[in-house]
């Protein structure tokens, strides 16, 4: 994991949902720091986890900076921070990263201001397929960008919606595709042209008269921007193909996970993009009991939570074996993270894991 940590700049944590993905997160985020990297971790969790484990009511669309109430946890265990380490966390808001974003395509400020007055836009940030994850790449890239921080980590929704996020930019952009605007603004032909008639006309009486003008506007701006867009787009692939960039996968040990882990990694193939490891998290294997002895039948309770464990043990182990095949093809080997006797709220606990992840 210190290895992982130390040669990417981005890392993305992404698997199955209810096993602890964003508080491993911010754990490997403290784990960078504690080695005196500077990290920013972002989560596009929509349950608000990450705000949770950092002790936090909430994170906001810019890095909050706790590199003090990190030093401060870490002292409490007898632990120095390095001076050069810093440590910040955010939850992107889609809305002003969309919109920041529409105004980086351009340096004609009145070109983007037609563009984010426009109530078709409203509707289009709050609801077209794949903004929400493309924003949160877009705030990655511009955090990367920024030059702020050498170790980035981002945690993801449970990993059908982390694959909407990879696919996200090239979903998006087929909105800026040049046909399509031209033949939205241009119809090629008249039975194109009669056909948008009746649909625009349709639109208009359940929108209001303005709707046309607003519609032939916003695809015009979106036309012009395209060729900023195009760019971003190639600067945002490369970034997520590049060695900078690595995945680890989370997950708990049940064989129940393994088909979509498995088609998970497939698809991180087809993007370019490296499978650095897994962490299966949760785990009474993570503990070992070597030559413990099981106590007389006197003490019967005891002996049949010693038994029960052990047998929970070999479940898992049984899990495993699949787990262990779908990284093996790479030459990775499972980290095992324990089960917790408690939940993760504050700090002082995210630093306890952290320091299991070296």
Not at 12 to 38: E, H, N, P
Not at 66 to 81: C, F, K, P, V
Request: net charge neutral; with cysteine; aromatic share 6%.
């Amino acid at each position: 994991m210190k290895s992982i940590l130390s040669r990417r700049k981005i890392i993305i944590t992404a698997g199955t949902g209810g096993v602890g993905k964003t508080t491993l997160s911010a754990s490997m985020g403290i784990r960078a720091a504690m080695d005196g990297r500077k990290v920013c971790v972002i989560t596009i969790d929509p349950a608000k986890r990450l705000a949770t484990s950092l002790g936090m009511q909430g994170l906001g669309d810019q890095p909050t900076d706790l590199t003090e109430q990190l030093r401060q946890a870490l002292a409490q265990q007898g632990l120095e921070l390095p001076k050069a380490a810093t440590f910040s966390a955010l939850m992107p808001d889609t809305r002003s990263t969309f919109e920041n974003f529409f105004r980086s395509l351009t340096d004609q400020e009145e070109l983007a201001d037609r563009m984010v007055r426009n109530p078709l836009f409203q509707i289009f940030a709050r609801e077209f397929s794949g903004t929400n994850e493309y924003m949160a790449l877009q705030k990655l890239s511009s955090i990367h960008e920024s030059g702020k921080y050498d170790c980035i980590i981002l945690d993801t929704p449970p990993s059908r919606s982390t694959l909407e996020f990879l696919d996200a930019p090239k979903l998006l952009a087929q909105l800026f595709d040049a046909n399509l605007i031209q033949w939205l603004v241009v119809p090629a032909n008249k039975i194109a042209s009669a056909a948008m008639k009746k649909v625009l006309g349709l639109m208009e009486k359940l929108m209001g008269a303005s709707f046309m003008g607003h519609m032939v506007d916003f695809v015009t701006v979106l036309f012009e921007m395209r060729t900023g867009f195009t760019d971003h787009l190639r600067r945002m692939i490369r970034l997520m193909e590049s060695e900078d960039v690595g995945v680890m996968l989370v997950t708990g040990a049940h064989s129940d996970f393994s088909e979509e882990l498995s088609h998970f990694r497939g698809h991180l193939e087809k993007h370019g993009i490296r499978l650095d490891g897994m962490v299966v998290n949760r785990t009474i294997g993570a503990y070992r009991d070597e030559g413990a002895e099981i106590p007389p039948a006197s003490a019967s309770e005891f002996r049949s939570a010693v038994e029960l464990l052990r047998s929970l043990k070999g479940r898992e182990e049984r899990g495993l074996e699949n787990l262990k095949k779908i990284v093996a093809a790479g030459g990775l080997e499972p980290r095992l993270m324990p089960e917790l006797a408690r939940d993760v709220h504050d700090l002082e606990d995210l630093v306890q894991i952290a320091r299991r992840l070296d």
